[in-house]
């Protein structure tokens, strides 16, 4: 998939508008890898995440006395997988994979994460995240964000990462072990889990400021 596209005449007089642009916007709202894990990896992370002290979600910025607990718009449970030996081939892994894809579909200015992979627990009934983004004033400058999806569809209802392009959404497809990157700057999603639990890993990569 190419990122641009000359505009031509005919597409120019079909816009019904004064305007020449050099391009369309061909930035696609989310990309995938599916397969990323196999179901053996995906329980492994899934072991140790439950393993780790977990701490309740928080909202707000980086500074501590900003940062809240709000149940309505945040309900799961965390924890924090560090980039250690048993792990190191994850973080590689998923190094491979993102820049990958960013050189294929954004080609944002990137250079690593400043912030470890974050495990991420939803049971039912109802943990949820409502829309929002990943971005924000006076913290790191996240510019895609990664989410894996590790628990098997099976296993849960509802749950579903919607991501924002229009008001209706788009509900990603529930595989497990699929790596999903999108814009940090999406409008997105964690619907109320009403059976079982979801069980994700995300990480947030980060760059140089938009310009």
Known sequence: MKNKKIVDQEEILKMNTTAWPFYLDQMPPYVWEKNFLSPEQCDEIIEYGKSLVPTKGLIG???????????????????????VKQFEWLYRKITDSVVS?????YKFDIFGSMECLQFTNYKAPGDHYIAHTDRGT???IRKLS??????????????????????????????????????SFMLHEVTPVK????NSLVCWVTGNQFK
């Open 101 to 105: 894809l960013n050189h294929e579909y």
């Open 138 to 140: 006076g913290i790191i």
């Open 146 to 183: 990664v989410t894996i999806q590790l628990s098997d569809p099976k296993d849960y209802k509802g749950g579903d990462l919607t991501i924002y392009e229009s008001a209706n959404g788009t509900k990603v497809e529930k595989e497990r072990g699929m790596l999903i990157v999108f814009p």
């Open 195 to 198: 059976k079982g639990e979801r």
């Open 61 to 83: 910025g980086s500074i501590p006395e900003e940062k809240t607990k709000n149940t309505q718009v945040r309900s799961s449970n965390i924890s924090w997988i560090k980039p």
